[in-house]
């Protein structure tokens, strides 16, 4: 009866694959890996690539507008405020260009920037709220900076380093770190509203915080390396409920929608649909690799990347699959990992004597660590392999 049913759900999702009507626009190919997620206007998309270069690409054509060098890779979205786009890189530098020509209108230099471990694919992407630009560092502290000048307002020292991005509710900026603590603090001094410490794991007793948290009506809901997603009284940062995926770091940003949330998961190659309110689960999809990046809603669609090198998009109440994208480097490759079963080879293993070199397979899939970003039914992402992809699905319609 198991093999029946493994079997039936491989003829289900090669299926949806087969049928899959997603089509390519045009795609745009960086000198390396793409971990930043993109930003739009109306004309362009904006991305930071592993090249250290940081790219401006028209939405319709995929034509290189303009591209501004740095000398550090670039691992986060962006942000527009005004005529201003805003993103930061590896050697702790937060640069503001003007949007329209690419010019650098002002620097700010941190103490630095770190790696965590091989995982720790992101940047804090900056995010602005009142004329301010709110970003966390390798350096351990979280800064405020003016959007127009560069000038530091304040900045706030945690016990570690601090790549999740932040998000504003009110005037309480809401931001988790490597440190294992979740932190509230002011938005216009920097001062400490209140925090939580992450109950940890055998294994990971940290409890790290790797990415941004949501929102939904008055909790903020984030996940963690020690198996948990939290869900916390954004006013007071008391406990209101978690829940705990035995097995797996939890590394992806909820997306709240229709009540619900729906994150992915880590090491159980899973994406739940979770109820808001209490953490119940609605629906579960089973996957073979991890999504780190954040799901987006379109219509009764949701839509999200996978390391495996493929795109899905899965109806929102129901959880089946609908279209999904795959890279040619994942269709090329992906016998070399993964058997009829679509489960790993035998003599594959992701956590064995060499990961660093499993890892390098996986992400030569065309990885999609970076989060989708769609706008009118067009979705744009970029992949490990540098390829910037613009994607159209006729179920975004």
């Known amino acids: 009866m198991k093999l029946f ?15 899959a009507q997603f089509t390519c626009n045009w795609k745009f190919k960086a000198k390396s890996a793409i971990y930043s997620s993109a930003t739009a206007d109306s004309q362009n998309v ?7 270069i940081f790219y401006a690409i028209n939405k319709r054509s995929g034509e290189q507008m303009w591209r501004y060098q740095t000398s550090g890779s670039i ?24 949007k329209e020509s690419g010019k650098l209108v002002w620097m700010y230099k941190t103490k630095g920037e770190k790696q965590y471990d091989m995982w720790d694919y992101y940047l804090s992407s900056p995010v602005t709220h009142n004329g301010q630009v709110f970003i966390g560092s390798g350096d351990s502290c979280i800064y405020s900076l003016n959007a127009t000048t560069g000038k530091l307002n304040w900045k706030f020292k945690t016990r570690g380093i601090v790549h999740a991005s932040a998000i504003i509710n009110g005037n309480s900026l809401l931001i988790g770190g490597f440190d294992g603590y979740f932190y509230a603090l002011n938005c216009q001094n920097g001062k400490l509203i209140w925090k939580f410490d992450t109950i940890g794991d055998r294994y990971f007793p940290k409890g790290e915080v790797q990415t941004a948290a949501a ?31 035995r097995g797996s770091w939890v590394i992806a940003t909820p997306l709240v929608h229709n009540e619900n949330i729906y994150l992915g998961t880590s090491d159980t190659h899973k994406f ?3 109820n808001a309110e209490d953490g119940e689960i609605k629906w579960t999809l089973p996957l073979n690799m991890r999504v780190y990046g954040t799901a987006v809603a379109h219509n ?11 795109t899905y998009s899965v109806n929102s109440q129901s959880g089946k699959v609908e279209s999904v994208f795959q890279t040619d480097e994942s269709k090329l490759n992906y016998s070399g990992i993964y058997n009829k079963e679509d489960h790993f080879k035998e003599g594959f293993e992701l956590y064995g004597k060499n990961p660093e070199q499993s890892e390098k ?6 990885a999609f660590v970076a989060s989708p970003l769609v706008e009118k039914g067009t979705l744009y992402c970029g992949d490990t392999n540098g390829y910037f992809y613009s994607i159209k699905c006729s179920t975004f319609n």
């Open 46 to 52: 904006y991305f930071g690539s592993s090249d250290s």
């Open 361 to 366: 397979a996986i992400l030569n899939l065309g």
């Open 215 to 245: 929102i939904y009506k008055n909790t903020v809901i984030f996940g963690s390396r020690d198996y948990n997603i939290y869900a916390l009284d954004i006013n007071t940062g008391n406990g209101v409920w978690n829940f705990k995926e």
């Open 5 to 19: 049913n493994i079997v039936l759900a491989s003829i289900f999702f090669y299926t949806f694959q087969v049928r």
């Open 75 to 98: 691992k986060s979205k962006p942000c527009i405020i005004k005529d201003l786009i805003i993103f930061n890189n590896t050697e702790g530098k937060i640069f503001a260009l003007n």
């Open 272 to 274: 739940y649909c979770l």
């Open 300 to 310: 009764s669609s949701i839509i999200f990347g996978c390391f495996n090198g493929k």
